[in-house]
């Protein structure tokens, strides 16, 4: 059964890296689009999926990995992975600094505390000089979106493995036992605090590279398109939606809600606007634990699954 996954993902993983030689300009730009999604999501799945703590906070991740390549690329005048390496090392020290205090907050005071983070960035960047306060930074343009997309692919398998690595490993189930029961965890000689600081800088490696990547890709950066905070909310549904804690779930989650997202703006430009909306509703009421879990359970519960799920989160 090992093989035969592992055969089946080599075969996705190489259909997808074929996608862009068959496929229109539209459809390419269009999977890089999704698979910084996918990134973005994995990333939070590791905070937020197996950590068990809400992050807000990736949003300041992915403008950090971003600035992070508009610094370098355009004042520094250096290549495009220097800058990638400069954002990490940004998200990696604010992760740390800020990691700290934070999370020692639980629940909504600490979905609260990081929600406020990206408004102080944006108030912060404004301010600064180097990274071109409120006008913001024109990179150099590369029309090369093939380069983008397989470098988005290779990012979302990297990611990829890095949560599947966690389901493997003794930090994976240090993580489950604080999303579980923190206390417990604590009691059982988890150093909790190491862990969730680690958790946080982990997934924000992955959110600043996603946004290193798409800054150089549309080449215009300023601290409210950085900083957005409905990007972080767009990477919380698309991995609920999917199945948090889960492998695969987030890049389901992903690439679904994106290419439905992508159809209503198209063809139904005035619901598109409401559709993540009531995805949140949807996936809280009738799946909370996202499609992953749908698809183990449904089979032996039926629709009984979903009456069930209404009755415990009924709103």
Not at 82 to 88: E, R
Not at 92 to 109: E, S, T
Not at 227 to 242: E, P, T
């Amino acid at each position: 059964m090992s093989a035969l996954r592992i055969t089946i993902a080599l075969v996705v993983v190489a259909a997808l890296a074929a996608a862009p030689w068959f496929g229109s300009d539209v459809l390419v730009q269009f999977g890089i689009n999704a698979l910084l999604l996918g990134v973005l999501a994995q990333g939070w799945n590791i905070i937020g999926g197996y950590a068990g703590y809400a992050s807000f906070g990736n949003s300041v991740f992915y403008g950090l990995g971003s600035y992070g390549v508009a610094i370098a690329m355009v004042q520094w005048q250096l290549p495009f992975a220097a800058g990638l390496v400069f954002g990490v090392a940004l998200a990696v020290a604010f992760a740390f600094l800020l990691g700290l205090p934070v999370l020692r907050l639980k629940g909504h005071y600490f979905a609260i505390a990081t929600l406020a983070l990206a408004q102080v960035m944006i108030a912060i960047v404004s301010n600064i000089e180097l990274a071109g306060q409120n006008i913001g930074l024109v990179l150099p343009p590369l029309n090369n979106d093939l380069l983008f997309y397989e470098l988005a692919l290779g990012l979302l398998v990297l990611a990829t493995l890095t949560v599947f690595w966690l389901t493997r490993s003794r930090f994976g189930f240090g993580l489950i036992a604080i999303r579980e029961n923190e206390e417990g965890a604590a009691v059982m000689g988890v150093n909790t605090t190491l862990y969730k600081v680690l958790a946080f800088a982990l997934s924000g490696i992955f959110s600043a590279l996603a946004g290193g990547i798409h800054a150089y890709w549309i080449t215009f950066l300023d601290p409210e398109s950085a900083f957005d905070i409905s990007l972080n909310v767009k990477m919380i549904i698309m991995a609920v939606f999917g199945g948090p804690g889960t492998v695969l779930g987030p890049i389901v989650g992903a690439f679904t809600l994106s290419a439905v997202s992508e159809f209503l703006s198209s063809e139904v430009t005035s619901v598109a606007g409401l559709f993540f909306g009531i995805v949140v509703v949807v996936a809280v009421v009738l799946m909370p634990r996202g499609l992953a879990d749908v698809v183990r359970r449904f089979r032996k519960s039926g629709w009984g699954y979903f009456v069930e799920n209404i009755r415990v989160h009924r709103i």
